[in-house]
Structures are given as structure tokens and as C-alpha cells.
């Protein structure tokens, strides 16, 4: 079983309020999204024309569609919530979801080349953000599993 920081009486520190915000953020915005290209794989609900997959190996936005739900829209949310339980990985979960996000975000940048897009910009940011407050948490913390 993993240890949990602190005691649950106590508030949680800024940093892992701050990371549930962010984590929770992404979730839901991800479980959106995944869930629209699951239910209608050909991209009509999020206006995106299946010829977007034109480079990469889908016919259909399924698989990426399944891909987003779970490791951009649950994963981030099973963090917040190990945050929320003050389980001391939380910190570490809070590092792979910044960088998962950040995986996300260039392979669809290198598969959809040539589509500039400012959410691409905004996502690499708080991609980067997640990961950057995981860090700082986990290297603040004492209770932190190292």
C-alpha cells in the first residue's frame, strides 16, 4: 500500500491544490474530446474531417479517440484523486501526466503537420506546467517517496 502524505484533517499545500486544478482541468477536457471521437469516429462532433489522419496510421479517429479518454482524460484524474487521498506518489503521478500531455501534443503536431494551431501552444504549456509542479512537489516534500 502506498503511504499517504500527512494527515487528511490537514489542508493539502498549494502545490498539490494547484496540480489537482490542473489535473482535473485536463481530465475533463480530455473525456470530452475522447469520448466525442469515440462516439462518432469520423470526427463529425468535434468538426474534424477524417483527412487529418491523411500521415498517420488511422482511417478513424477511434483509436486516438480511446487513446485520449484514457491516458489524457482518466489518467489525470486518477492523479488528482491520489492527490486528493494525499498518497505520496502523487507527486511522481503528477510529473507523468505533464509529460504524457507533452507526448500527446507532438505526436499530433508531427502526424498533423502543417496545421498550426494555438491549442497545440496552450496544451505543450500545461503540459509542461503539470510536470514542472510535480517536480517542484516532489522535491519539496519529505514524505515524498524517493
Sequence with gaps: MLRQIGSSRRPLPGIARLAVVLEIFLGLGA????????????????????????????????????ILFTFVGIAPLLAAAMTM?????????????????IGWVSVEMVVLAGLGSLAWAM????????????????RSSPHAVR
Design 31 to 66: 473525456l470530452f474530446g475522447g469520448g466525442a471521437l469515440i462516439l462518432a469516429s469520423d470526427g463529425h462532433l468535434l468538426g474534424m474531417p477524417t483527412t487529418l489522419l491523411a500521415g498517420s496510421p488511422f482511417t478513424s479517429f477511434l483509436v486516438p479517440g480511446i
Design 85 to 101: 487521498r494525499r498518497q505520496a506518489f502523487a507527486p511522481i503521478a503528477a510529473v507523468a501526466v505533464g509529460l504524457t500531455l
Design 123 to 138: 496544451y505543450l504549456v500545461l503540459g509542461v506546467c503539470i510536470a514542472l509542479i510535480g517536480v517542484a512537489w516532489w
